[in-house]
């Protein structure tokens, strides 16, 4: 299928969707979303152009009230998923934020059918960690390159350096906290924290579920640990010791997995910091 000729198609469906029957506009959801997830892997520059179809997939789903069937639990996750996507195709720049919201939503809508679900409390774990990306990637800019001799260029571990002279200070109990950083309370750093917390909790959320059914994976543990950083570079101390420590811990156990490997920075993050918890 052409981008235009998918374009079109799906302009025509939006115009014929109020006298269609339920499981017809979800076949053709379906197909908008398989077009998504296709231009989110092959084209991201081109998302402006699929923004209606997106648009007229999270309009036709509410008419049917789709995330009210609890039957239909695969099917919303995996739509879900697909959406998200493509709103967050650029998380460092911002992201199409009525359709982050819808998703969001839309993820409550499903935990209330699921309430300790795994993939769902991951999914508004990922809606939250996303959102916050343009955010602290707007902190980095405006505050400077500190990060820079890192070699990483993730918003979420732009201040980490931070873990090292924290920690250093916090080694002995007796000895002061570091000074108070008045940057921690300005708006952007407040904005951060706002989607972060959130994040951090619905993790934590799915890091107990998972483990209670024995099937916790790296990439949950890995993205606990990311958003348990991003929120201690973002929060004063001491409570950002607490934030790190816990990333330190999610990293650990992940690496403990068969199989599993971390990201070549997550790798050198708890190389680097993990001797500074026990």
Known sequence: MSRHSGSSKHRSHQSRSTDQNPEDLVEQVKSIVTLLYEVVSSRPREW???????????????????????????EQVWMLHGLQEFAYHDADSGCIRDIAEWCQTAWLKILRNYPENVETLTGLGNNWLQRSQATLARIHREEGNDSSSQGNGSASGIFHHSFDSDLDLDSDDDVASPPFDPRRQGPLYVEARGYLQPAVDFFARAVRS?????????????????????????????????????????????Q?????????????YLNDYGRYVS
């Open 48 to 74: 402006e152009a699929y923004l209606p179809s997106a648009r007229s997939a999270t309009t036709a789903l509410d008419r049917i009230h789709f995330f009210r069937d609890p039957q239909r639990y695969a």
């Open 210 to 254: 998972a483990d209670a059914l024995g099937s916790t994976t790296g990439d949950l543990l890995a993205s606990a640990a990311e958003s348990q950083m991003s929120l201690g570079n973002v929060t004063g101390s001491p409570g950002d010791e607490r934030h790190f420590s816990h990333a330190i811990r999610y990293l650990r156990r992940a």
């Open 256 to 268: 403990e997995i068969p199989g599993y490997s971390l990201s070549i920075y997550l790798q050198q």
